[in-house]
């Protein structure tokens, strides 16, 4: 299982879906950071996530 740091949470219901979640995630990218989009069921949410973080992630 990979764990990575969730940045910003955004409902998958607002009206715009997941734009506001991906122009963040893009904000964030220009910003040099490795940012990226994924899906939350169980929350019903989009979350922007460090994408970085899950590489530094040691699972043993």
Known sequence: MTHK???????????????PAEEYAARLRSQGKNAEVVMDLTADAYLVVDAESAANDVQV
């Open 5 to 19: 740091k969730v940045v910003k949470e955004f409902p998958a219901g607002a009206p715009r879906g997941s734009w």
